[in-house]
């Protein structure tokens, strides 16, 4: 079964330093890869997304992320961060275009201190 | 502006009683779909449809029941809920494209308690 890992559950980080959130999959077919951010309070929303090309795509707010496909990895980015990144993440992975399989990794809590 | 809307947002309720948690959406999506969601826990697929009168159960064994009647609205009902029901339930929906999988839209959620 697919699986994703978001090695992560919570991350402190003071503002301005740089954050790096991990996720690997366990799919080796083709693949669609998401991050969402959920703030305190608010819907899910997505993030960025990669679905082919350019394997480091960059995102809403600053973040990227790249895709390593030989490490099976979609690691979250962001050189610099802000008190108003504290959220929740989440690393999503879709197999072969499937319009039914999103599978989610169990959320990063990031916290910024200000 | 064009959304996806969940009601109740927080239910508490009683043993044995019967609920729907309401999802709408207004962008037109063909795809939608309900997820559970536990505390520190990856969300988890239960329901999703490809369009109207089209509905599947998804990854996670559930004891709801949905149905698709209309392209903006995907309720989902418990016929009679226990304890083991308190989660978070978040709806989703997606358009249709031809390359699969899109973004998926989320709503604010519902969570819910049964005592």
């Known amino acids: 079964a697919q699986s994703v890992s978001q090695h992560n559950h919570h991350v402190i980080l003071s503002e301005a330093a740089s954050l790096e959130l991990g996720c690997n999959y366990s799919y080796g077919g083709t693949v669609n890869l998401f991050w969402y951010v959920q703030y305190p309070g608010q819907h899910l929303q997505l993030l960025l997304k990669?679905?082919?090309?350019?394997?480091l795509v960059k995102g809403i707010k600053g973040f990227e992320a790249e895709f390593i496909k030989s490490k099976f990895s979609f690691n979250l980015r962001k050189p610099s961060v802000q008190w108003s990144d504290t959220a929740e993440y989440f690393c999503?992975?879709?197999?072969?275009?499937?319009?039914?399989?999103?599978?989610f990794g169990s959320g990063t809590q990031l916290t910024v201190l200000p | 502006e064009a959304d996806i809307y969940q009601t109740p947002r927080y239910l508490v309720i009683g043993t044995g009683k019967k609920i729907t948690l309401e999802c709408s959406q207004t962008?037109?999506?063909?795809?939608m779909y309900w997820y559970q969601q536990d505390p520190g826990m990856e969300l988890h697929l239960i329901h999703y449809?490809?369009?109207?009168?089209?509905?599947e159960k998804g990854d996670l064994s559930s004891e709801s029941t949905v149905s698709r009647i209309r392209t903006e609205h995907f309720p989902l009902t418990l016929e009679s809920a226990r304890p083991s029901h308190t989660s978070q339930y978040l709806c989703?929906?997606?358009?249709?494209?031809?390359?699969?999988?899109?973004?998926?839209?989320f709503g604010p959620g519902t969570r819910l308690t049964v005592l």
């Open positions: 999503a992975v879709n197999r072969d275009g499937s319009a039914r399989q999103l599978t």
């Open positions: 962008m037109g999506h063909d795809k």
């Open positions: 449809s490809y369009g109207v009168n089209s509905t």
């Open positions: 989703a929906s997606t358009e249709r494209t031809g390359t699969g999988m899109n973004e998926q839209f």
């Open positions: 990669y679905f082919s090309g350019d394997p």
